[in-house]
């Protein structure tokens, strides 16, 4: 099984490179964010015709997360439980969801494309509501862990933190000044690992980034961060065999300014041709 993620950007202005890459790459699952629509706008058709059943999570023209699939997609949540909403100025728990989160079970595995909030400066209230989603998922995940030890359960995309200097090429990005890096996000990442989820692609793929911004000559410098993760449980992650940052991705014509991480799987094992295929 080969499962990918990617902050695309906007689904609808680059539909063909993406499902370019999928079938190039023979990708089964395939988690994205910032698909930048609603479901109705969704470009679905050259995902079918490519052999991928889709769900979407969008409310307008910003965030939004959806799944494609070569396997049915089953039990679609928009919200993990706790998930917290967001309006500048109001301070109420019912606050409105942004379209930050789609789980789904494929094969009685189940998985996350997640659209972490940015943060936007240490000073900003979405600053402060980003450490309290994060918090959600770490509850989120340690409560599923804990009823489900062996689940294989994935968190994958854009997590926008840096969680260790080595993730951090851009020098504009500084500790102290800048979200991505500040001491309490980083804590809210391991606290995630402390869970119990691992990253998957880092013992496969020591270097590299995951995104670039678009300015000041950032791609050709090498200039990055790698904001862009696969975290899965003790059952996924001791499955995974191979893992790839798709650096290339972020060359060409119309290029997101994120690259798609990818891992292969191999939940069966030599001797249980039963266990159910992953989702992510």
């Known amino acids: 099984m080969r499962l990918a993620t990617w902050n695309v950007n906007s689904i609808r202005t680059r539909v063909d490179r993406i499902v370019s890459f999928a079938e190039r790459e023979h990708v089964d699952v395939l988690a994205m964010q910032e ?34 699939s070569r396997e049915p997609i089953e039990d679609v949540e928009y919200a993990f439980t706790g998930m917290p909403g967001f309006q500048k100025g109001y301070d109420g728990d019912d606050a409105p969801q942004a379209a930050r989160a789609l789980g789904a079970t494929v094969n009685g595995v189940r998985g996350w494309s997640l659209y972490v909030p940015n943060g936007r400066t240490l000073d900003d209230p979405h ?93 050709p410098r090498n200039e990055g961060i790698r904001i862009d993760f696969i975290l899965g449980s003790r059952a996924f992650a001791g499955a995974v065999t191979g893992a790839a940052i798709h650096r290339d991705e972020r060359k060409g014509t119309q290029p997101s300014d994120h690259v798609p991480v990818v891992v292969d799987l191999d939940l069966a094992g030599p001797e249980d041709d039963d266990v159910p295929m992953i989702f992510g």
């Open 35 to 68: 698909i930048k629509c609603k479901p109705e706008q969704f470009p679905y058709e050259p995902f079918e015709a490519a052999g991928y059943h889709v769900e979407v999570n969008g409310h307008n023209q910003w965030n939004g997360v959806a799944i494609a």
């Open 127 to 219: 600053y402060a509501y980003k450490l309290r989603w994060l918090e959600a998922l770490r509850q989120y995940a340690a409560d599923t862990l804990a009823a489900q030890p062996d689940l294989p359960l994935a968190l994958v995309g854009d997590f926008n933190i840096t969680p260790t200097d080595e993730d951090n090429g851009d020098p504009a990005i500084v500790v102290g000044r800048s979200t991505h890096v500040s001491p309490a996000e980083r804590a809210a990442f391991q606290a995630l690992q402390d869970a119990g989820l691992a990253d998957t692609v880092r013992p496969f793929v020591p270097t590299g980034y995951t995104y670039w911004d678009y300015q000041r000559l950032k791609f």
